[in-house]
């Protein structure tokens, strides 16, 4: 019995022994490192994933023990260890996309793959309509298609970015103190081809996200490398072209760089053209000069001219004034232009930690034309505003992280920190007259704001649980430089603001992800705002939580489902179009949202997102409570098919329900259903494609607001919708050639 015993003893200790952390890395035709491919040891259950270079580590390997690797896009491949000593090198071959591949882990929010799989199934329009890849995001256009999207998500009418984070490859997008609006995030710097990966979350809760994440955050990762050089050629109605070339200019396994530029123009569907140009240029250089170094440099220059037809009064449309593509003053319009330089940089210190900084530049010009009133406050010359800047934006951030392991759990713990400095010159909101003469400064400063921001946060994985709590400490120094009062003079405040968040995960199997997120995130206000205000109510934090489900319920259907609530504390808040400080109420959010992938044959997805939202300000009276077009129902669905034989195609559909226009909705936003439809074929080096917005013809206002307002020949003012009318039936062809 003793001889036994010491047996067993004998072989546990050997086998303890023998266990082992196994190096790898997952590679893809052309070498290149596969970034979030899952790992799984079939033996032991553990997970991992292989970073940005496609490296990864499985611990507590055994000879014998069986790795299956998976990852959206790759047949799954599965490794048997046969040396524990040997760095493993796994090649995954392309096929076409399957949800059988799509592994749900508790060492990753699988949210991301939705995004996933649809930038695989549905083409992209324009670079506006990579925020419609995230679920549940709706956006406008309501300015000659130069100015940024006003975004909806969660119950919020975000404007342009104030609630919503949105960076590219880590570089923020969202502008602070920005001329037209706090947070405005002009996203068409950024060409859709270039887009590898989106990576989203909704809600308050990430330790990496500081400013603007209340309803959530995006982040738009851009390919390091080229399958292909590509020419592509796009004609459409409306006079409308687009050019793009993306082109590999070196590749090899340890240096790969490529240059990709787009021209687009058109005169858009309104009766005055709209004269639209737009030019992208975007080149991106990534090396690994030693092992345990990842080097990547990005540079980026956009520009754009336009002129718009504004906001159309529904009054105008209805006594026959004008068409609904008519306009009340076309002499809106606008210029801008940004200039990007990223540096990143990743460290591997050793097997369990690695360092990843990166420090950035933008250059940024933008000049815009509106009238949203017409002859409300000027009856002679009308009531055009001018808002321009030109902003200098310094950054940097650095994040330590580091893996462990103990007898009871393992996990690892991040450590991070970032300094964001806006250097906005001559920020000025200026009353015109058809955009040649100015006839009153109504605001004019120079504007210095500077965010310093820290944080720490663990994931720790005990069994099936994962637990990452969090916190976050944001410093702010606003400063401003009015030029229109004689004596100069700074004004200056300070704030800091702390961001607890405590995020569980619980992998009931490797199908069934259960999740509880809470925690507390903020939006900066513009730092006219926070000098009137002498520092008060100035960092409005939100706090909220998320309680739900990711389940793949058959190897081919992935479900998502999530309960959510959101507190909004009160603020001042800047209105860029007045240069005036309106109070914010506190306001709560609540809502169910609903998104499923299903793959029912190897050619053909379905993808829905249901999204259902009540929306009210807390301290008004009922019936006076609603969030001025806050949507409440939202629904977007489509049927793909990609076949072996290179023929593809698609027909998507989004609607938004009619939701309040003013508090007390005695005026409604209409809401619509609009179709869209795509058909291909590719080949090897070439293929053709058409693609149609507004399949049905459907009328629809893009965006909408209650506006008070008065026309050229009424004695009254008015308050009604004023709109910008959503695209009739549009058509454009397509040629690609990959070489």
Same mark, same amino acid.
Request: with cysteine; glycine share 8%.
């Given at each position: 019995?003793?001889?036994?015993?010491?047996?067993?003893?004998?072989?546990?200790?050997?086998?303890?022994?023998?266990?082992?952390?196994?190096?790898?890395?997952?590679?893809?035709?052309?070498?290149?490192?596969?970034?979030?491919?899952?790992?799984?040891?079939?033996?032991?259950?553990?997970?991992?994933?292989?970073?940005?270079?496609?490296?990864?580590?499985?611990?507590?390997?055994?000879?014998?023990?069986?790795?299956?690797?998976?990852?959206?896009?790759?047949?799954?491949?599965?490794?048997?260890?046969?040396?524990?000593?040997?760095?493993?090198?796994?090649?995954?071959?392309?096929?076409?996309?399957?949800?059988?591949?799509?592994?749900?882990?508790?060492?990753?929010?699988?949210?991301?793959?939705?995004?996933?799989?649809?930038?695989?199934?549905?083409?992209?329009?324009?670079?506006?309509?990579?925020?419609?890849?995230?679920?549940?995001?709706?956006?406008?256009?309501?300015?000659?298609?130069?100015?940024?999207?006003?975004?909806?998500?969660?119950?919020?009418?975000?404007?342009?970015?104030?609630?919503?984070?949105?960076?590219?490859?880590?570089?923020?997008?969202?502008?602070?103190?920005?001329?037209?609006?706090?947070?405005?995030?002009?996203?068409?710097?950024?060409?859709?081809?270039?887009?590898?990966?989106?990576?989203?979350?909704?809600?308050?809760?990430?330790?990496?996200?500081?400013?603007?994440?209340?309803?959530? $955050?995006?982040?738009?990762?851009?390919?390091?490398?080229?399958?292909?050089?590509?020419?592509?050629?796009?004609?459409?109605?409306?006079?409308?072209?687009?050019?793009?070339?993306?082109?590999?200019?070196?590749?090899?396994? /340890?240096?790969?760089?490529?240059?990709?530029?787009?021209?687009?123009?058109?005169?858009?569907?309104?009766?005055?053209?709209?004269?639209?140009?737009?030019?992208?240029?975007?080149?991106?250089?990534?090396?690994?000069?030693?092992?345990?170094?990842?080097?990547?440099?990005?540079?980026?220059?956009?520009?754009?001219?336009?002129?718009?037809?504004?906001?159309?009064?529904?009054?105008?449309?209805?006594?026959?004034?004008?068409?609904?593509?008519?306009?009340?003053?076309?002499?809106?319009?606008?210029?801008?232009?940004?200039?990007?330089?990223?540096?990143?940089?990743?460290?591997?210190?050793?097997?369990?930690?690695?360092?990843?900084? /990166?420090?950035?530049?933008?250059?940024?010009?933008?000049?815009?034309?509106?009238?949203?009133?017409?002859?409300?406050?000027?009856?002679?010359?009308?009531?055009?505003?001018?808002?321009?800047?030109?902003?200098? =934006?310094?950054?940097?951030?650095?994040?330590?992280?580091?893996?462990?392991?103990?007898?009871?759990?393992?996990?690892?713990?991040?450590?991070?920190?970032?300094?964001?400095?806006?250097?906005?010159?001559?920020?000025?909101?200026?009353?015109?007259?058809?955009?040649?003469?100015?006839?009153?400064?109504?605001?004019?400063?120079? =504007?210095?704001?500077?965010?310093?921001?820290?944080?720490?946060?663990?994931?720790?994985?005990?069994?099936?649980?994962?637990?990452?709590?969090?916190?976050?400490?944001?410093?702010?120094?606003?400063?401003?430089?009015?030029?229109?009062?004689?004596?100069?003079?700074?004004?200056?405040?300070?704030? &800091?603001?702390?961001?607890?968040?405590?995020?569980?995960?619980?992998?009931?199997?490797?199908?069934?992800?259960?999740?509880?997120?809470?925690?507390?995130?903020?939006?900066?206000?513009?730092?006219?705002?926070?000098?009137?205000?002498?520092?008060?109510?100035?960092?409005? &934090?939100? $706090?909220?939580?998320?309680?739900?489900?990711?389940?793949?319920?058959?190897?081919?259907?992935?479900?998502?489902?999530?309960?959510?609530?959101?507190?909004?504390?009160?603020?001042?808040?800047?209105?860029?179009?007045?240069?005036?400080?309106?109070?914010?109420? /506190?306001? /709560?959010?609540?809502?169910?949202?609903?998104?499923?992938?299903?793959?029912?044959?190897?050619?053909?997805?379905?993808?829905?997102?249901?999204? $259902?939202?009540?929306?009210?300000?807390?301290?008004?009276?009922?019936?006076?409570?609603?969030?001025?077009?806050?949507?409440?129902?939202?629904?977007?669905?489509?049927?793909?098919?990609?076949?072996?034989?290179?023929?593809?195609?698609?027909?998507?559909?989004?609607?938004?329900?009619?939701?309040?226009?003013?508090?007390?909705?005695?005026?409604?936003?209409?809401? $619509?259903?609009?179709?869209?439809?795509?058909?291909?074929?590719?080949?090897?080096?070439?293929?053709?494609?058409?693609? =149609?917005?507004?399949?049905?013809?459907?009328?629809?206002?893009?965006?909408?607001?209650?506006?008070?307002?008065?026309?050229?020949?009424?004695? &009254?003012?008015?308050?009604?919708?004023?709109?910008?009318?959503?695209?009739?039936?549009?058509?454009?062809?397509?040629?690609?050639?990959?070489?």
């Amino acid at each position: 019995m003793k001889i036994h015993y010491l047996t067993c003893i004998l072989l546990l200790f050997s086998s303890a022994l023998s266990a082992q952390t196994i190096m790898g890395k997952i590679i893809g035709a052309k070498k290149n490192g596969i970034s979030g491919a899952n790992i799984v040891n079939k033996s032991t259950g553990y997970h991992s994933h292989s970073d940005q270079n496609g490296e990864f580590q499985s611990k507590d390997c055994t000879l014998g023990d069986t790795l299956q690797i998976s990852m959206v896009g790759y047949y799954t491949r599965q490794v048997v260890l046969e040396d524990l000593n040997q760095s493993l090198t796994i090649l995954l071959k392309e096929q076409v996309l399957s949800l059988e591949e799509v592994s749900i882990s508790s060492k990753v929010d699988a949210h991301h793959i939705l995004t996933d799989v649809d930038i695989q199934t549905t083409p992209v329009n324009s670079s506006q309509d990579i925020l419609r890849k995230v679920p549940g995001i709706i956006i406008g256009q309501h300015a000659g298609g130069g100015k940024a999207e006003q975004i909806f998500l969660r119950g919020f009418d975000l404007d342009h970015g104030t609630d919503i984070n949105i960076t590219v490859d880590g570089m923020p997008v969202n502008m602070v103190s920005h001329a037209h609006g706090q947070g405005y995030a002009d996203l068409h710097f950024v060409i859709p081809e270039t887009v590898e990966k989106i990576d989203f979350g909704k809600g308050p809760y990430y330790q990496n996200r500081g400013n603007f994440t209340t309803a959530g $955050y995006v982040d738009f990762r851009t390919k390091q490398r080229l399958d292909n050089s590509t020419l592509k050629v796009e004609a459409g109605q409306f006079e409308t072209y687009r050019l793009l070339g993306m082109f590999n200019l070196m590749e090899s396994e /340890k240096q790969n760089a490529y240059v990709a530029t787009e021209f687009l123009s058109t005169d858009g569907f309104f009766e005055s053209p709209q004269n639209f140009n737009r030019v992208n240029l975007l080149g991106k250089y990534t090396s690994q000069p030693t092992s345990n170094d990842l080097l990547g440099v990005t540079f980026s220059y956009f520009d754009s001219k336009w002129d718009a037809s504004g906001q159309v009064p529904q009054r105008a449309v209805d006594s026959g004034l004008i068409s609904r593509f008519g306009a009340i003053d076309d002499t809106e319009g606008g210029a801008t232009s940004r200039s990007n330089i990223l540096v990143d940089h990743t460290k591997i210190i050793d097997e369990n930690s690695s360092i990843t900084s /990166k420090v950035y530049f933008s250059k940024y010009d933008f000049e815009l034309y509106s009238n949203f009133t017409f002859f409300l406050d000027d009856p002679v010359n009308g009531d055009q505003i001018k808002q321009k800047e030109s902003r200098n =934006i310094f950054g940097v951030s650095s994040e330590y992280n580091k893996s462990f392991t103990t007898n009871s759990f393992s996990g690892s713990w991040q450590a991070g920190i970032t300094l964001r400095n806006d250097q906005s010159i001559d920020n000025e909101l200026s009353h015109t007259a058809n955009r040649k003469e100015t006839l009153e400064y109504m605001k004019l400063g120079d =504007i210095n704001e500077t965010n310093v921001g820290a944080y720490v946060g663990t994931f720790i994985d005990i069994n099936k649980w994962t637990f990452n709590p969090s916190v976050r400490v944001d410093y702010f120094n606003f400063q401003y430089n009015d030029k229109l009062v004689t004596a100069y003079q700074t004004l200056s405040e300070k704030k &800091a603001i702390v961001s607890p968040n405590l995020n569980v995960f619980y992998n009931a199997t490797n199908e069934l992800q259960l999740y509880l997120k809470s925690g507390k995130g903020f939006h900066s206000n513009d730092s006219r705002v926070v000098v009137a205000e002498q520092g008060s109510e100035i960092l409005p &934090a939100a $706090y909220g939580f998320d309680l739900g489900y990711i389940w793949k319920p058959t190897p081919k259907m992935l479900l998502s489902m999530a309960y959510w609530y959101l507190y909004m504390e009160q603020e001042f808040v800047y209105v860029g179009d007045a240069g005036v400080v309106e109070p914010s109420g /506190k306001t /709560k959010r609540q809502g169910v949202e609903l998104s499923y992938r299903y793959q029912p044959l190897s050619w053909l997805f379905w993808n829905v997102d249901v999204n $259902y939202t009540h929306a009210r300000a807390i301290d008004e009276p009922e019936g006076a409570n609603y969030i001025p077009l806050a949507p409440d129902f939202t629904f977007i669905t489509g049927l793909n098919f990609q076949f072996k034989s290179g023929i593809y195609g698609g027909i998507n559909i989004r609607h938004i329900n009619d939701r309040p226009a003013n508090e007390d909705n005695s005026i409604t936003a209409h809401g $619509y259903t609009v179709t869209d439809m795509n058909l291909g074929y590719k080949m090897k080096k070439m293929s053709f494609g058409i693609q =149609i917005q507004n399949l049905f013809d459907v009328e629809w206002n893009e965006t909408q607001f209650a506006t008070e307002s008065r026309l050229q020949h009424e004695t &009254a003012p008015v308050e009604e919708i004023h709109f910008t009318p959503g695209n009739p039936f549009y058509l454009k062809g397509i040629i690609q050639y990959n070489f």
